[in-house]
């Protein structure tokens, strides 16, 4: 098993969303099709820090091979919807476990801390990213993001749409956790010139 078919083999959920929309045998032969697609995009970004691959080889180009080979043959609209539907599941998982962490005493105060060194962990400048951080205030932490490995990669790939949904992923998973609040103005892939990010503690 290469590569390419380890990671699609971690994408269940899309796979799953493919085979609603289609018959089986295509569903499967689009999904042979886009690992293969993802072979090429692999050795094309094979060259990229070693924090980069975090993004691209988990979501950004998996996703994009399967996104484009999908919509080769059924509606752009569809396509985009088997990509959506799989990161609303996933994030909805996420957050459950959030909601029932956020429940622990003292544990939103924990969250807070924890924000600034895994940003900067994982979407640092290690990482393909280009950040704003502000001074730390008590219960709050701001962020903003100004160039982002999934918008340029996306748009290099010709389907910078498929940036949006990653950065609703923000808003899925952030955006209802008790006792904290998540707000955010803009970002990159709705047109934005940054992705802010603001939490606060309630």
Known sequence: MNNAEKIMKKKANIKAELDKALLKSQSDRLWREATARLDGYLARYSTLPRGVHIHTESRILPSAAIYLTVKEVIDPEKAYGIIENAAVQTCAGIERKLQ?????????????KAWDPMTRKLFGAGNGF?????????????????????YRTFTELGCPELTKIFCENDERIYGNLPGLMFERTGTLGKGAERCDFFLKKL
């Open 100 to 112: 029932k962490l956020m429940k622990v005493p003292g544990m939103q105060s924990l969250f807070m």
């Open 130 to 150: 280009e950040n704003v951080f502000y001074p730390k205030k008590k219960g709050e932490y701001r962020m903003d993001v100004t160039s982002c490995p999934y």
